[in-house]
């Protein structure tokens, strides 16, 4: 097998998709959103729950494949505990990481669980499975109610 | 495998064939998508686009002669492929999809009012069903849904319920894309027949594999797509019966379909060329017509019965491939050939295997009403077509088995 395939599914990535961290509904959250992509039909709702401008805490449901999947519960497991502020420059970070523009820069834990990612940078047509979860945390943090879709940027 | 049909015989016909994929032989398994062109059509196109490329109808000049002669011989080759009576019975359009959206808009709007009736079924791909939606809410007619069994059958006797003396016309695919069912058409024909009530066929996976009669399936309007059957795209065709085609409204506007204009009203062309607003695709219909030239060169009936025991071939693998689940078990059917594989999602799997040189679709495969039914978010499919050979649905089964061990850690 290719050794960018095996790349793309790294063993971080495969064990996140299989047992996904923080995959459960949350009932008392404060900003919820569905993110679909109409395309293959992955789809996950975000659950979040802010207080005094920090993620307290941060679930998600739905379906999806393996990148999409371990992506969302990456980003759930990064996000907790972190300021608003965190969360959107970490989302900025895992888009540069997949769309291949740059790394993070550094080596810290949270660093070395998005740059898993950096082989999606190789094969365009997963970027959005990659970043689907992504994008409906922070169009969620920023007021976002409606369902977003990877079709509008 | 009982036909002695050799495919090997005609993949040197397709150059795309010959290529590799990631270093592996390219396996094309995703023909209900579209099927790879013989070399015979791209040449036709390329021959006139070299030599006789001139509009048509309109030019007086030897080059506007020869493209209009060869592009009227294109309506007759296939009229003569699906059985029609007269060539005036083929429009060209743009597919499968446009045909259905020009009927539902020059037959529908004429005929179906408030309160009136449409059937369509559960099984249709989303351009035998959104038309069909969209001509409801406009008019205020009623969409009826007939149901399908789990197995991907229609539950025939549904009929009975939803038949009424409303019911102004059944759509139906005659080839489901993602069960590969083909239905009862002729049984759906006469017991519509006997009401007065018209039908259309979707004829985008049948007409490529099946050998068509329209004077034998008796439809109203059959439909289908010409890169689905080794044409160019861009090109399809809408058959129908001709007093269908003397009574319906126009579709578009435009050159060609007039007969005379005034400022303020005109009159339009003859049939089909009332339905051909524009300049058409010319080239698109020679390919056409050299594809189907090939098609029966091949032979219809022999493809049919080959795809019939590669089917069956394909499917026992499968199915003796621990963790594949198959979705779509009706009596008759053809090459589509919807699969799950453990818990890897289509997509993984899909792009695991086209690593491998085999190119699979995964998705909801513009069905998101079965999707729905079978509680599924996407499946794998295989779609097969003449030149696919034995030894690659062996080499499919075995990179499932290699994808089994990749995800599974
Ligand atoms: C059953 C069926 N109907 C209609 C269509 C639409 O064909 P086209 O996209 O060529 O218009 C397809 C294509 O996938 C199909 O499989």
Redesign the interface.
């Known amino acids: 097998?290719?050794a960018e395939?095996r790349e793309l599914?790294q063993?971080i990535i495969?064990?996140h998709s299989?047992s996904p961290r923080n995959f459960r509904r949350m009932e008392d959250a404060t900003h919820k959103l569905e993110g679909r992509n109409p395309?293959?039909?992955?789809?996950y709702t975000i659950y979040l729950k802010i207080e005094n401008g920090i993620i307290a805490d941060i679930s998600f449901e739905g379906?999806?494949?393996?990148?999409s999947?371990a992506s969302a519960s990456v980003m759930t497991s990064v996000l907790k505990g972190k300021s608003i502020a965190e969360a959107k420059k970490l989302f900025e970070q895992f888009h540069d990481i997949v769309t291949g523009v740059k790394t993070t820069g550094d080596d810290t834990d949270i660093s070395r669980k998005i740059a898993a990612f950096s082989g999606v940078a190789e094969?365009p047509v997963?970027i959005k499975?990659a970043t689907l979860a992504w994008h409906a945390m922070r169009n969620s943090i920023e007021g976002v109610t409606n369902s977003v879709t990877t079709e509008e940027k | 495998m009982k036909t002695k049909f050799d495919p090997l015989k005609y993949r040197p016909d397709f150059p795309i064939l010959k290529q590799k994929i990631h270093g592996y032989p390219l396996v094309y398994f995703d023909n209900a998508a579209t099927t790879q062109k013989p070399k015979m059509v791209i040449d036709a196109i390329k021959n006139f686009y070299e030599r006789d490329n001139a509009n048509v109808h309109r030019a007086i000049h030897q080059l506007g002669e020869r493209a209009t002669e060869a592009y009227e011989k294109a309506r007759k080759t296939i009229a003569g492929f699906i059985g029609a009576e007269s060539e005036k019975q083929i429009v060209f359009t743009k597919g499968a999809t446009e045909s259905i959206n020009l009927v539902a808009s020059a037959w529908g709007r004429k005929y179906i009012s408030e309160g009136d009736e449409i059937i369509v079924s559960e099984m249709e791909h989303h351009s035998n069903l959104i038309p069909w939606q969209l001509l409801a809410k406009d008019v205020g007619a009623v969409l009826k849904i007939l149901p399908i069994n789990l197995d991907g059958t229609l539950v025939f006797n549904e009929f009975e319920h939803i038949l009424s003396n409303k019911t102004k016309l059944i759509a139906v695919t005659h080839m489901s894309n993602v069960f590969g069912t083909i239905n009862p058409i002729k049984k759906i024909v006469s017991m519509a027949h006997d009401r007065g009530i018209p039908v259309l066929l979707d004829g985008a996976q049948s007409v490529p594999h099946l050998p068509i009669d329209v004077g034998f399936l008796d439809c109203d309007f059959l439909v289908f797509s010409g890169h689905k059957m080794c044409g160019p795209t861009g090109i399809g065709v809408l058959y129908a019966k001709i007093n269908h085609l003397e009574n319906m409204n126009p579709y578009q506007g435009g050159g060609e379909m007039i007969s005379s204009v005034w400022l303020d009203n005109a009159t339009w062309n003859e049939i089909p060329h009332k339905f051909e607003a524009g300049t058409q695709n010319i080239a698109g219909a020679i390919g056409l017509a050299k594809a189907i030239e090939y098609l029966e060169y091949v032979n219809m009936r022999d493809i049919t019965l080959y795809e019939q025991d590669l089917v069956t071939y394909t499917i026992n693998k499968l199915m003796s491939i621990d963790g594949v689940v198959i979705y779509g078990n009706a009596p008759a059917r053809g090459g589509a050939i919807s699969f799950n594989l453990d818990d890897i999602h289509p997509h993984d799997l899909a792009h695991f295997l086209d690593q491998k040189g085999i190119a699979v679709r995964a998705g909801h495969h513009c069905a998101q009403p079965i999707m729905r039914k079978l509680n599924l978010a996407a499946t794998t499919r295989a779609s097969l077509y003449f030149y696919n050979t034995v030894e690659e649905v062996d080499y499919l089964a075995e990179q499932l088995v290699e994808a089994k061990k990749f995800f599974n850690l």
Do not use: H, N, T, V
């Not at chain 1, 395309?39 to 789809?43: A, H």
């Not at chain 1, 379906?63 to 990148?67: D, E």
């Open positions: 097998m290719d395939f599914y063993e495969l064990e299989k395309l293959c039909g992955d789809q379906s999806g494949c393996a990148i999947k094969y997963r499975c």
